[in-house]
């Protein structure tokens, strides 16, 4: 019976470039910065590392879809590099690769290592969605973009819980503007700026209930971890954190293809993967337990629900957990501590990586200004996809 | 015998009222004012899916895989090269042991094409041909014939079962009449000085063909209930009837006022609305116009009774329409007027596959997927493993056909940053009645009138035109559900 | 149930993350013999994760109980609104604006 990956991973060393609109740095800029960051963290040499993970996700923007890109930019001595793709929650990937090998005996020490580079497309976001899933799916896929996607768990999740759309947004409102405060303590984010409630209701819909403020911006970055076998870990350095659960689910098709239970007012992928991600990490009550995380904000929306996919906020009672700032940095279990997809943008492959970066640096008390008291346990929320179609990434750290 | 076995139409929602035009170019040419208003093909619409949609509507309760040939008549063809009759004919679920043709190159082709099935069933070549007519003609801005023509499509059945109208005889006239004409490059249609179209050939032709019907059948003019024929110049319209001893009452409504002169499916356009107020005994005249013209003479049957009232024909979609009150717009949903798509429209996204439109046609085409022989999910597209998580079943599924179910609307949203020409992007995740989802685009619709558990049905789209390698790629999109 | 309009600077753009914003406009009308305020807002979504856009926009915080009455601790005046709630009049206005501003949205509070 396989016990899953607890405790036998530890990361040693971490790096994050800053995030942004890097017109001056293309891709290979960013992952030598994130790289240099990690191996420097991790006081280990090029040499110590046995494998890579590396992923990025519209790898034709920066250099093609190869993992050669990366071996050849960071110079890798011929050892074997993977490269991974899983939507939006491809750094997760990354690190889950080399985790895996690592828990599975191949390897000692790994580098899982994502980034984006997207302002070179000479438009804003990513490209047309619809027509690029594929030969069949340019010919039958909506056109949609992701806030029309999530636009519709917001519609159902407002309709389900009797939420009027003036207070659904004002909640909306105030899960930004907490995401924004704490991104304003971070010199790595993109934008650092303070935002009212008042100013998120001033500004337009992109797709309704979904305003301006509700949406994540594109950004470059990258970030990168090296992980090791924990039993070795200490000898690198004395705070190693280590992986307590690594679980990531994909949909079946249920939810678009099959009139079944799903509501649509959660993400059923979600709810699958905290599930098993508890059961991995041993965590009873998650309410009680986790004293931290990072989730995928990619809208608001997708914050809100995601606190009741992942147990914490009881259905339907997220609202009443925003409103009594249960999520905020001095509440009971902050969320998005570093400022989230709002405030860093989504550099899609170093996104998930990001988040691990920010608990990493909690748990060994180096986040300075948004420095938590004494966490224990940090989890990561990585998504990619729209409600209906998507993949969910789940990851707890601790010391 | 050989008739007339089943009507159908489709006239596009889009009505603009002509003064809108008038208003935007009356400054250009001061004498093109004409009243009333014009139909208007959508952005995702065209000739072919027009005519898919029309023949829907005459199939509406009889099997489209008794048809034994499909002929399409238009002058705005979207290939000049790949069969725009078989990309209906696939879209309709005709079986593939049939012929299809195009009829075109003159706004007479609507008749041609049905003259020609009248052919194949008499010589017993075929026991049932449908015969579809649609155009949508470009004309310049600012010319009499942006506010003249309308968007629209007819199809029939001709067969020698369940006839609604015996064809009693039909006479034709051809002249090489240069009165319009496109060259092979030409986007907009050209046509020489109206006094001559008019004295020289509109006022001759079709006197000419509906005299040599008449001559030909021994008909006694007084005993026609209905005489349908293109009202080109109101003035001569009224003429013809006169000189045919005829009284306004006997001539059908052209409806140029409300839909516009429709081209290549004016002729079937009109013949179908006559149908619709026919009854049994009655004589119905259809003529067309153009390079000359076809005049056929129908009696109508007792079998009409039991079709009335089950199709859509030209009453439910005149009442069916939506005012589109910008100009600009209809310039820009037919390539007129170039709107800016951005970096990001013009570079992004794959290319289109050809290969796949073939492998994928039942679904692309005539919206198939499967349905679980063990479970009896519905699903679409078509799946190998049955996506009901409780079943799961491999490899046993039938084909299941979507189009023409009706669907509920689970959840939907207006998206304002995805690209289309028409925005904001609306779209849905639709409930199947019987089972099935799926998310499709919903067209046609104004946001604020969606809503969650709205009753929507399929409609055939036009889904996108690749420019670059001049291909145009169809599927089905979602519309509320036409009373 | 009453709400508080801060005003802001006319012109003034605030940044998000996908794109910004600026009130240009601050007005009001009559309707329903009461005096009902909106503001004209321009925006341009030019970074979204997933898009580009924008819009020329109004929004109505409601009917003014008390224009300016008060400041907030950064010197910015504040104006008490009811809300538009009912279907009705909110169609009502929404076919008042469109005909009397240039604009492609119209969002109630």
């Known amino acids: ?399 | 015998m050989v008739g007339i076995v089943s009507y159908g139409a489709y006239i596009p929602k889009f009505r603009i009222d002509r003064k809108i035009i008038y208003q935007a170019m009356g400054w250009f040419d001061g004498g093109t004012y004409q009243p009333g208003e014009k139909a208007v093909a959508n952005f995702d619409e065209d000739s072919i899916s027009m005519a898919v949609n029309s023949t829907y509507d005459c199939l509406t309760d009889i099997d489209s895989k008794d048809m034994d040939a499909l002929f399409f008549a238009t002058t705005t063809a979207p290939y000049k090269e790949r069969l725009n009759s078989e990309i209906i004919a696939t879209a309709c679920d005709l079986r593939n042991d049939i012929r299809s043709a195009d009829y075109s190159n003159s706004v007479k082709a609507g008749t041609t094409a049905l003259l020609a099935a009248i052919d194949s069933v008499k010589a017993g070549s075929a026991k049932n041909v449908v015969v579809a007519a649609a155009d949508c003609r470009v004309a310049k801005p600012g010319s009499s014939q942006e506010e003249f023509f309308g968007d629209s499509a007819a199809s029939l059945v001709i067969g020698e079962d369940n006839i609604i109208a015996n064809l009693v005889g039909s006479h034709s006239v051809s002249y090489d009449f240069p009165d319009c004409w496109k060259s092979s490059t030409d986007k907009y249609h050209r046509q020489w000085e109206d006094r001559f179209i008019r004295t020289e050939a509109y006022s001759k032709f079709i006197l000419e063909a509906i005299s040599g019907l008449v001559k030909k059948t021994g008909l006694d003019i007084n005993s026609v209930s209905k005489v349908a024929f293109p009202c080109l110049y109101p003035g001569d319209f009224k003429k013809i009837g006169k000189m045919l001893g005829l009284g306004l009452e006997k001539l059908q409504d052209p409806m140029i006022a409300n839909v516009g002169y429709t081209g290549a499916s004016n002729s079937l356009m009109l013949l179908t609305a006559a149908l619709e107020d026919a009854k049994p005994g009655d004589k119905i005249i259809v003529a067309s116009f153009g390079s000359g013209s076809d005049a056929l003479l129908f009696e109508v049957t007792e079998e009409i009774e039991k079709i009335k009232g089950n199709r859509r024909g030209i009453k439910k979609h005149l009442a069916a329409k939506k005012a589109l009150t910008n100009y600009e717009k209809m310039l820009a949903f037919r390539d007129i007027l170039p709107v800016e798509k951005g970096i990001r429209g013009e570079t992004a996204g794959t290319f289109t596959s050809f290969s796949t439109v073939w492998r994928e046609r039942n679904l692309v085409m005539a919206l198939y997927g499967s349905k679980c022989q063990a479970c009896g999910t519905p699903q679409i597209p078509a799946q190998r493993i049955c996506v009901n998580p409780d079943c799961g079943a491999i490899d046993q599924m039938e084909p299941y056909k979507f189009a023409g179910r009706k669907a509920t609307i689970f959840t939907y949203t207006g998206d304002n940053l995805a690209y289309t020409p028409s925005p904001p992007a609306i779209y849905c995740i639709a409930d199947f009645e019987g089972g099935g989802r799926y998310w499709f685009d919903i067209t046609d619709a104004d946001l604020d009138a969606v809503e969650v558990g709205m009753e929507i049905e399929p409609t055939f789209r036009r889904k996108y035109k690749d420019d670059k390698l001049g291909m145009h790629i169809y599927f089905w999109k979602m519309q509320p559900i036409m009373q | 149930m009453p709400k508080e309009y801060t005003h802001q600077n006319l012109d003034e753009v605030i940044y998000s993350i996908s794109g910004h914003y600026a009130i240009d406009k601050e007005t009001s009308i009559m309707f329903n013999g009461k005096r009902l305020m909106y503001v004209i807002g321009n925006a341009k979504i030019d970074a979204s994760c997933c898009g580009e856009g924008g819009c020329r926009y109004a929004l109505i915080p409601g009917y003014i109980l008390a224009w300016k009455e008060t400041l907030n601790d950064k010197g910015e005046f504040i104006t008490k609104v009811e809300p538009v709630k009912d279907k009705a009049s909110r169609k009502e206005i929404f076919n008042i604006l469109q005909k009397k501003e240039i604009i492609t949205q119209i969002e109630f509070w």
């Open chain 1, 1 to 399: 019976m396989s016990k899953g990956i607890r405790d036998k991973v530890a990361i040693i060393g971490m790096g994050c470039t800053k995030f942004g609109e890097h017109w001056d740095k293309g891709a290979e800029d960013l992952l030598v910065e994130s790289y240099v960051e990690a191996i420097a963290d991790a006081g280990i040499e090029k040499k110590d590392i046995q494998a890579v993970w590396y992923g990025s996700c519209n790898d034709e923007y920066s250099f093609g879809k190869s993992a050669i890109a990366l071996s050849q930019t960071l110079k890798l001595p011929f050892i074997p590099v993977t490269r991974v793709e899983n939507m939006c929650a491809t750094g997760s990937e990354a690190i889950r690769g080399a985790a895996y090998s690592i828990a599975a005996g191949v390897h000692d020490v790994c580098l899982a290592i994502g980034v984006e580079k997207l302002k070179d497309t000479g438009f804003g976001g990513l490209g047309e969605v619809a027509a690029n899933s594929g030969l069949k799916g340019k010919l039958i896929l909506p056109s949609y973009s992701g806030p029309g996607g999530f636009a519709l768990l917001a519609t159902k999740y407002f309709a389900k819980y009797g939420l009027s759309a003036e207070k659904g947004k004002e909640v909306l409102a105030m899960v930004s503007a907490k995401s924004h405060a704490n991104g304003c303590l971070n010199p790595k984010a993109h934008l650092r700026k303070h935002i009212t409630v008042e100013m998120v209701m001033k500004a337009p819909m992109i797709a309704w209930p979904l305003g301006l403020f509700d949406c994540c911006g594109v950004s470059d970055g990258s970030a990168a971890a090296i992980v090791c076998r924990a039993d070795l870990a200490k000898n690198f350095r004395d705070d190693p954190v280590l992986i307590k659960a690594m679980q990531i689910a994909a949909s079946s098709g249920e939810e678009l293809m099959y009139q079944g239970s799903w509501d649509g007012s959660y993400v059923m992928t979600g709810a699958h993967c905290a599930k098993k991600t508890y059961e991995e990490a041993g965590i009873k009550n998650p309410r009680e337990e986790i004293d931290m995380m990072e989730v995928h904000d990619c809208f608001s929306i997708t914050e809100l629900v995601t606190y009741e996919d992942l147990q914490i906020s009881a259905r339907g009672k997220a609202p009443d957990d925003v409103k009594d700032g249960f999520y905020n940095l001095d509440g009971k279990i902050p969320c998005q501590p570093d400022g989230g997809l709002k405030c860093f943008g989504h550099p899609i492959g170093a996104s998930g990586l990001r988040m691990m970066y920010e608990m990493y640096k909690q748990l060994q008390g180096k986040a300075d200004k948004r420095q938590l008291k004494d966490p224990k346990i940090g989890l990561t929320h990585n998504m990619g996809g729209v409600p209906y179609q998507n993949v969910v990434s789940i990851n707890i750290l601790g010391l």
